[in-house]
């Protein structure tokens, strides 16, 4: 369930049934105007809705006044420990003010910042890590980090109400992916705010992609989480959105851009496809629309379970197709394979539809038909979950019982019924 309440950062919804916002951090000296906005436009290239800076000096805030300006998505200033900052922040012009109530030096002056906010309109995010709970949480934390952390974030929810100030969403985040899953859980029964979700610290880019994509995925699976940051130890913040994204668009809950789709390759492959697969990568993030590219490694199962992408390619030793939705348009030598595909693409996304030359179409469907032939024989992991499919569509069969040409069981140790 999406969180029951809504705020806006800047022009961007977060909550109350919102599409999930992608946001990130910059990783420059916020102070170091150019920099952080050649990182800030490259993010938003990227596809972050909203971005957050550093806020620990007042030199940061003096940039700050002019980065809310320039910045083409909304700018959350992360502060710590300092709450004139957090005035001077909102006062700076900043979108949304990010602090945590347990370390800005007591309830007056969570009260301060709550009500310069309340008067400029300014949201909050407020929120814990499981390495700064308060201390009379400690022996809890000891006991069931989880209820700690829950608890934190409740008393920090009750102290901004107490404050009549409810313009704000939470966070609670863990280096921990099962805390991280199971405290989440349990605040978004607990709250009706918004929920921003991420895994602290969660470290390189591909250890940190898929723990993250563990937690924020299983969370966003169940319907909870209402923004993400993706953290990642590298420089490059729009890496970061990236990852979101790919989390957001394997979930289906947003769309941005193309969705790849590659074989795992196997002994059949018999041309260099990872060097296809990353051309094609790279060379689809020049595309805004959400189209689905297929990358095979063989013709040998046709182009069975691919058959839905809107193109695709199987490749072969010397020559290889391509496809549109399930028909063959073409087959090309292998060196031209890509470039032939990205052709194909253009043409499309600029007459509105795929044209097939009915001859070429015929001629890639033969040798399509060709390799099938002669390959038949082969039980390939697709072939099974084909026929299996089959089997169960005609009614036959809720379990594929094959014959002993197809799959002999002389000499095994177990008969077939
Ligand atoms: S059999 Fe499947 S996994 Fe192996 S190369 Fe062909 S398409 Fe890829």
Request: net charge negative; glycine share 10%.
């Given at each position: 369930m999406p969180s029951k309440r809504q705020i806006f950062v800047g022009?961007?919804?977060?909550?109350?049934?919102?599409?999930?916002?992608?946001?990130?951090?910059?990783?420059?000296e916020t102070a170091n105007l150019a920099a952080t906005m050649e990182q800030i436009r490259k993010v938003a290239d990227a596809g972050a809705d909203i971005v957050r800076v550093a806020v620990p000096r007042d030199e940061d805030v003096e940039a700050l006044k002019t980065i809310v300006v320039e910045s083409p998505i909304p700018v959350i200033a992360d502060i710590h420990f300092n709450h004139t900052l957090a005035l001077k922040a909102i006062d700076a012009g900043a979108h949304c003010i990010r602090l945590n109530p347990g370390n800005i030096g007591?309830?007056?002056?969570?009260?301060e910042v709550a009500k310069r906010a309340t008067a400029a309109g300014v949201p909050m995010r407020i929120g814990v890590n499981s390495g700064s709970l308060p201390r009379h949480l400690h022996a809890l934390e000891r006991e069931s980090p989880v209820e700690a952390l829950v608890a934190a974030a409740v008393?920090?929810?009750?102290?901004?109400?107490?404050?009549?100030?409810?313009?704000?969403?939470?966070?609670?985040?863990?280096?921990?992916?099962?805390?991280?899953?199971?405290?989440?859980?349990?605040?978004?029964?607990?709250?009706?705010?918004?929920?921003?979700?991420?895994?602290?610290?969660?470290?390189?880019?591909?250890?940190?992609s898929l723990k993250s994509s563990v937690g924020l995925g299983t969370l966003l699976a169940d319907g909870i989480g209402d923004t993400i940051r993706i953290s990642l130890s590298t420089f490059?913040?729009?890496?970061?959105?990236?990852?979101?994204?790919?989390?957001?668009?394997?979930?289906?809950?947003?769309e941005r851009g193309p969705v790849l789709i590659a074989c795992p390759t196997c002994g059949r492959l018999q041309f260099d496809m990872d060097s296809v697969v990353a051309e094609i990568?790279?060379?689809?993030?020049?595309?805004?629309?959400?189209?689905?590219?297929?990358?095979?490694?063989?013709a040998v199962n046709g182009i069975g379970e691919a058959s839905h992408a809107d193109f695709g390619i199987a490749g072969a030793k010397n020559e290889g197709l391509i496809y549109a939705h399930g028909k063959p348009l073409r087959k090309v030598p292998q060196a031209s394979l890509v470039d032939t595909l990205f052709e194909e693409i253009d043409k499309s996304l600029d007459r509105g539809a795929v044209e097939f030359d009915e001859d070429e179409s015929r001629e890639g469907a033969a040798w399509?038909?060709?390799?099938?032939?002669?390959?038949?024989?082969e039980l390939t992991p697709e072939k099974i979950a084909k026929m299996?499919?089959?089997?169960?569509?005609?009614?036959?069969?809720?379990?594929?019982?094959?014959?002993?040409?197809?799959?002999p069981t002389a000499g095994r140790r177990f008969t077939r019924a």
């Open positions: 022009g961007v919804p977060i909550g109350g049934g919102a599409p999930v916002a992608v946001q990130t951090m910059t990783k420059t007591g309830r007056d002056k969570v009260a008393e920090f929810v009750e102290l901004m109400e107490g404050l009549d100030f409810e313009n704000f969403k939470v966070s609670i985040k863990s280096t921990n992916v099962p805390n991280t899953i199971a405290a989440n859980r349990l605040l978004s029964e607990k709250i009706p705010y918004p929920l921003h979700l991420g895994i602290t610290e969660a470290g390189t880019k591909w250890s940190g490059h913040a729009e890496e970061e959105v990236k990852v979101a994204w790919e989390i957001l668009k394997a979930l289906q809950l947003r990568e790279q060379r689809l993030e020049g595309y805004v629309e959400p189209i689905e590219v297929a990358v095979l490694g063989c399509l038909a060709k390799i099938e032939g002669e390959n038949a024989g299996e499919k089959e089997a169960v569509e005609k009614g036959e069969s809720d379990k594929v019982l094959l014959d002993e040409d197809v799959s």
